[in-house]
Nanobody, 111 residues
Framework: QVQLVESGGGWVQPGGSLRLSCAAS????????MTWDRQAPGKERELVAY???????YYTESVEGRFTISRDNEKKTVYLQMNSLKPEDTAVYYC?????WGQGTQVNVSS
């Protein structure tokens, strides 16, 4: 049974930081590309960042230089370090292996 459980969301002021975690189980974590998506109110879900099994990373332009995706294959966990957060980063953030999605964790950036 595949499970993806996100945590680490919350409220933060603009310019602040949060670190999201996603604990995975039920599949060969180390062999799969892991992705963070997000969905803001009234908007379509979008890809934020992904990390391949080999450690290569990709970021959507709006978060490049501010967010860092990483993974720990021993812990079967993928992380998203988010720095210099902006109000437009407010969204529900989802962890996915593109076959399954977690329940999401809410990130609110406001003063």
């Amino acid at each position: 049974q595949v499970q993806l459980v996100e945590s680490g969301g919350g409220w933060v002021q603009p310019g602040g930081s949060l670190r999201l975690s996603c604990a995975a189980s039920g599949f060969t974590f180390s062999a799969q590309t892991m992705t963070w998506d997000r969905q803001a109110p009234g908007k379509e879900r979008e890809l934020v960042a992904y990390i391949t099994s080999g450690g290569s990373t990709y970021y959507t332009e709006s978060v490049e230089g501010r967010f860092t995706i990483s993974r720990d294959n021993e812990k079967k966990t993928v992380y998203l370090q988010m720095n210099s957060l902006k109000p437009e980063d407010t969204a529900v953030y989802y962890c996915t292996n593109r076959l399954y999605w977690g329940q999401g964790t809410q990130v609110n950036v406001s003063s």
